[in-house]
T-cell receptor, first 108, second 114 residues
């Protein structure tokens, strides 16, 4: 069993739709990261959370520490949002666990 | 643009060979971590270096080793390459090694082992 589980694995949406990607984890964590990976490999850090909620533009990330669950929301989705979204958790200074990612395709 | 660069971007090796991958971190970031990402999978943590010392390691054999240098660059070395080592290798830098530090990733080095 993976320490980090994401759902859905694949997601196709029409441009403008509201999108939610979920992440559940089974270990105690120091922080949770949402990452975006475009084809070709480059990863960009979107959010780092240890509690509550963060917003950046059309992206919103929430975390519930008690339930060990986080969600990434994209409002008014756009084709340029098409990417793989990865949830990762850090536990202490030397342990990182990654989900397998959610592949998002936004159709114009 | 994360300020983290990796080289080479692509390379092909044969089984049994050795490979060195390089990463140049953001200036001032004294922590670097390395990850292996197989096709279709999420990244797997290999190890982390903080101020030139390894201070954390994932479930990888000793033939995966690393170095970190004072100029914020680092290396990942893999000896006795196996076919399953084919993957994208990512490095990420962060400030001062805090577990809550934001990660800045490079574009990765794609290794193919034949």
């Amino acid at each position: 069993k993976n320490e980090v589980e994401q759902s859905p694995q694949n997601l196709t949406a029409q441009e403008g739709e509201f999108i939610t990607i979920n992440c559940s984890y089974s270990v105690g964590i120091s922080a949770l990261h949402w990452l975006q990976q475009h084809p070709g490999g480059g990863i960009v850090s979107l959010f780092m959370l240890s509690s509550g909620k963060k917003k950046h533009g059309r992206l919103i990330a929430t975390i519930n520490i008690q339930e060990k669950h986080s969600s990434l929301h994209i409002t008014a989705s756009h084709p340029r949002d098409s990417a793989v979204y990865i949830c990762a958790v850090s536990k202490g200074r030397d342990q990182f666990y990654f989900g397998t990612g959610t592949s998002l395709t936004v159709i114009p | 643009e994360t300020g983290v660069t990796q080289s080479p971007t692509h390379l092909i090796k044969t089984r049994g060979q050795q490979v060195t991958l390089r990463c140049s971190s953001q200036s001032g970031h004294n922590t670097v971590s390395w990850y292996q990402q197989a096709l279709g999978q999420g990244p797997q943590f290999i190890f982390q270096y903080y101020r030139e010392e390894e201070n954390g390691r994932g479930n990888f054999p000793p033939r995966f080793s690393g170095l970190q240098f004072p100029n914020y660059s680092s290396e990942l070395n893999v000896n006795a390459l196996e076919l399953d080592d084919s993957a994208l290798y990512l490095c990420a830098s962060s400030l001062d090694g805090r577990a809550t530090g934001e990660l800045f990733f490079g574009e990765g080095s794609r290794l193919t082992v034949l």
